[in-house]
């Protein structure tokens, strides 16, 4: 029989409900716009557009969590996209599984160069990862030389992989999706590096003081989310077939809004994987809704600067009010 504490700790928190909530009401109000968008091709599609950014979200809501932050991942993607199209182009017989371990390999690199700068050097994770996006972007326009590659020089064992759809509405990635959520969501929640985190975000000169293992911590968590935007980067050639030197190219604020949105604080310390997701979910919903009003592209952009305005000043006034709560509960406890 199932241990009902155990049964109370997977329950959401009430922010991912209410998330969940507006999510629900965010897809329902997009159908009406676009009764297309409920049915099993637009929910399909809302789960593949999503998946390259979910992604990316799982794997900088640990950074977020420890209060640093990663914008290199959109060039990273851009990067892991090209350079396994070239692969695949020079070598015919490549397989789905090749794609994925050069993919890991660049993202890995790139990963470990961030996690050294900011975990080693001590050095501001806004002001590297925002070189290091220039640098890998750079460095994606001079190896691309201005050469494309379409569906003709992708391995077909790949692109079937991306056309793959469970239960007739679940794709392949976005199954991926919901697996390295759970794995993750799980991890954070139940082993020390997990908890380890939490505490590095609520406090960062406090967890040096009680000797946590800061650097590692931190170094560990660029090296995820650099090697989850290179598996990205596969992503987003199994649901182009087509990519250039501009692939994904100045997406990373919308992942970061996705994450904020999805509760996690850029102040450190709180959220949960599971919310990034939502968020994603949400942002991508939202987009659709306004392609299908026919809003302009910069409109979409400044309504997802807006989103994530919104966002953080609602965890400032959950923070504020928590402290108060806090304040009059010690206030009490002293009379």
Known sequence: MLNMNFLKKLRPSSRESSLF??????VGGTGLINPRFLTGDGTRDLLTSTS????????????????????????????????????????????WVQCFVIGSVIGLAVGIVNGLLVAGLRLPSLVVT??????????????????????QEMPESLLALGQKVYFGLLPFTFLMVIIAMILMALFMKYTKSGRDAYAIGSNPPAADLVGLKVFRRTFLAFVFS?????????FYL?????????????????????????????????????????????????????????????????????????????????????????????????I
């Open 21 to 26: 909530i507006i999510l629900l009401v965010a």
């Open 52 to 95: 390259v950014v979910a992604l990316l979200a799982i794997g900088i809501a640990p950074i977020v969590v420890m209060r640093h932050i990663d914008l290199s991942i959109a060039s990273t993607v851009g990067l892991s996209a090209w350079t396994v199209a070239d692969f695949c182009a020079k070598n015919p017989s490549f397989t």
């Open 130 to 151: 925002l070189g290091t996006l220039y640098i890998v972007r750079g460095l994606v326009y001079v190896v691309s030389n201005s050469v494309d590659y379409n569906a």
């Open 226 to 234: 650099g090697v989850m935007s290179g598996i990205a980067g596969v």
């Open 238 to 334: 199994m649901r182009f077939a087509q990519v250039d030197s501009t692939a994904f190219y100045g997406q990373e604020l919308a992942v970061v809004a996705a994450v904020v949105i999805g509760g996690v604080t850029i102040m450190g310390g709180s959220g949960t994987v599971v919310g990034a997701v939502i968020g994603a979910l949400l942002v991508q919903t939202i987009q659709g809704g306004l392609a299908a009003l026919g809003v302009d592209a910069f409109w979409k952009a400044a309504i997802n600067g807006l989103l994530l305005i919104i966002a953080i000043y609602a965890d400032r006034v959950l923070a504020v009010r928590n402290e108060k709560q806090l304040l009059a509960q010690r206030i009490r406890e002293r």
